[in-house]
């Protein structure tokens, strides 16, 4: 199975202390001779060169503090790359569970695990349609 991790960076916000880290001028409807705006980012944003790496420790984090399954641990921390999450079972069940638990888990850590994508029909068919990748959309 495989899923995406919906716009991961931008699910992680910053602390207030650290706006200012993430600060940024910007000149309304583009008019250079007109005064400045000063506006000041609350969540990381996308192309960044820490957001994989912040991102990816808040995907840990939200493992480490959902001890409920140790797989889920194991498959955050191991399979999941960026924002790409990769993973095969020994069977369709354990599959259908393990779908159900990443996408509780991650949903209460803020994460949206999206884009399902499965060789296996029953797999796909335990997935909202919301949340498949666009070839399985009924």
Same mark, same amino acid.
């Given at each position: 199975? /495989?899923?995406?991790?919906?716009?991961?960076?931008?699910?992680?916000?910053? +602390?207030?202390? %650290?706006?200012?880290? $993430? @600060?940024? !001028?910007?000149?309304?409807?583009?008019?250079?001779? @007109?005064?400045?705006?000063?506006?000041?980012?609350?969540?990381?944003?996308?192309?960044? #060169?820490?957001?994989?790496?912040?991102?990816?420790?808040? +995907?840990?984090? &939200?493992?480490?503090?959902?001890?409920?399954?140790?797989? =889920?641990? %194991? /498959?955050?921390?191991?399979?999941?790359? =960026?924002? %790409? !999450?990769?993973?095969? #079972?020994? &069977? #369709? &069940?354990?599959? *259908?569970?393990? =779908? %159900?638990?990443?996408?509780?888990? $991650?949903?209460?850590? @803020?994460?949206? !695990? #999206?884009?399902?994508?499965?060789?296996?029909?029953?797999? *796909?068919?335990? =997935?909202?349609?919301?949340?498949?990748?666009?070839?399985?959309?009924?």
């Amino acid at each position: 199975m /495989v899923a995406d991790i919906e716009a991961m960076s931008h699910q992680v916000f910053v +602390l207030p202390r %650290d706006y200012c880290a $993430l @600060g940024f !001028l910007w000149w309304p409807d583009g008019d250079l001779s @007109g005064e400045l705006v000063e506006y000041r980012m609350v969540k990381h944003f996308f192309d960044a #060169t820490s957001s994989p790496s912040v991102g990816n420790f808040c +995907l840990k984090k &939200t493992a480490e503090i959902d001890k409920e399954d140790p797989e =889920v641990e %194991d /498959v955050i921390n191991r399979n999941i790359y =960026v924002d %790409d !999450l990769m993973k095969s #079972t020994n &069977t #369709t &069940t354990n599959a *259908i569970a393990l =779908v %159900d638990k990443l996408r509780r888990c $991650l949903r209460e850590g @803020g994460f949206r !695990l #999206t884009k399902w994508y499965s060789n296996d029909r029953e797999v *796909i068919a335990s =997935v909202p349609d919301s949340e498949r990748a666009k070839a399985f959309v009924n």
